[in-house]
């Protein structure tokens, strides 16, 4: 199956640093709603790079189609206040 890395950009430079009380719970469910993936075998890895410039998001994932990926950003409940961008990945993986 195919592999695709993902960015999710933050809203401003500083989100990480300053999130509202309302921001904190759309990422809390950001979390959770990746987590249930990783646990169906979706995700390989996921989680924030700490970039001294600008905390980012990272994931890879494995899915069917770029379709399937397109889905499961539109359902990610950080898509309502951060961007994402992706990439086709040729992952080196260990044999499941």
């Known amino acids: 199956m195919p592999h695709y890395f993902l960015k999710l950009n933050p809203s401003r430079p500083?989100?990480?640093?300053?999130?509202?009380?309302?921001?904190?719970n759309i990422m809390l469910r950001h979390v959770a709603y990746w987590t249930d993936l990783m646990n169906k075998g979706l995700v390989v890895v996921f989680g924030p790079v700490m970039d001294p410039k600008e905390v980012y998001g990272v994931g890879v994932v494995e899915t069917e189609t770029e379709e399937q990926l397109k889905e499961l950003i539109k359902n990610d409940p950080a898509t309502s206040i951060n961007r994402y961008e992706y990439y086709p990945m040729r992952a080196v993986t260990t044999v499941k």
């Open 14 to 24: 500083t989100f990480a640093q300053d999130m509202t009380a309302e921001e904190r």
